[in-house]
């Protein structure tokens, strides 16, 4: 299971929100790119990059900052955030970006979604961003009906490998995982889920890769220091690329 430090971006700085809610933010680094050298040099072989503006705005923000960590770090990245044009997506590959994640657009133009994995294959990624198992839209602040496995299974038939599942009542509290919708999600749709929301502890990593995971995003446990990077990674890790 591959681990992916997270690396939220809002107003250029790394921060950490608690549930979605923008109200609840707390600053971490001012300079993003720290936070990437820190996860990099603890052993991270992936990054989770979301830039934050640009899931509201719905549009690509805060490009110097995503520029800045690939120029700090020698590992994957893979980024979310405002990308709903095919030339979002172009511009990311171009600055290095390794896998990009699609979120809004997903549900406003599926077409798109198949023009890209048709392009880019498995380098692409969708975020299921779900309260009470209904995605939410544009960095979480609308909410819609459907249903984040329904639309799993729909995309999962259009080639789409690799998914990312975040409980968004969970993100940000250390509260644990929702491992009944994670194992739901595994079950029902055959991609790589990776497991995003309410991991605090080395048992909550261990419990989404019993789930199947076969990635978990951390986030506020590694800021907050109640999860070690060097010993997380050197439990779970593993570090092929194609995960």
């Not at 591959?2 to 001012?30: H, K, M, Q, W």
């Not at 800045?68 to 997506?89: E, P």
Request: contains cysteine; proline residues 2%.
């Amino acid at each position: 299971m591959i681990l992916y430090p997270a690396i939220d971006i809002r107003g250029g700085r790394c921060v950490r929100l608690i549930e979605g809610n923008f109200d609840r933010e707390t600053s971490y680094d001012s300079d993003p790119s720290s936070a990437a050298r820190r996860w990099v040099e603890a052993g991270a072989a992936w990054l989770h990059v979301v830039v934050l503006d640009g899931a509201v705005d719905g549009r690509p923000i805060n490009r110097e900052a995503v520029v800045q960590i690939r120029a700090s770090v020698q590992v994957s990245i893979q980024l979310g955030g405002g990308l709903r044009r095919l030339t979002d997506l172009e511009e990311a590959f171009d600055v290095g970006v390794d896998r990009v994640i699609l979120g809004t657009i997903v549900l406003r133009d599926p077409e798109l979604v198949s023009s890209a994995v048709a392009r880019w294959g498995d380098r692409i990624a969708v975020a299921l961003d779900a309260r009470d198992g209904r995605l939410a839209t544009d960095g979480w602040l609308g909410q819609t009906d459907t249903g984040a496995v329904e639309v799993a299974q729909r995309l999962a038939e259009k080639r789409v490998r690799h998914f990312v599942y975040t409980d968004i009542r969970r993100d940000g509290t250390l509260s644990g995982p929702n491992l009944d919708a994670l194992d739901e999600l595994i079950e029902k749709v055959d991609a790589d889920v990776i497991a995003s929301g309410g991991i605090a502890s080395l048992g909550d990593i261990k419990a989404v890769a019993a789930a199947g995971a076969t990635g978990a995003i951390v986030g506020r446990a590694l800021y907050d220091g109640r999860i070690d990077l060097g010993e997380a990674l050197a439990l779970f890790q593993r570090t092929e690329a194609s995960c």
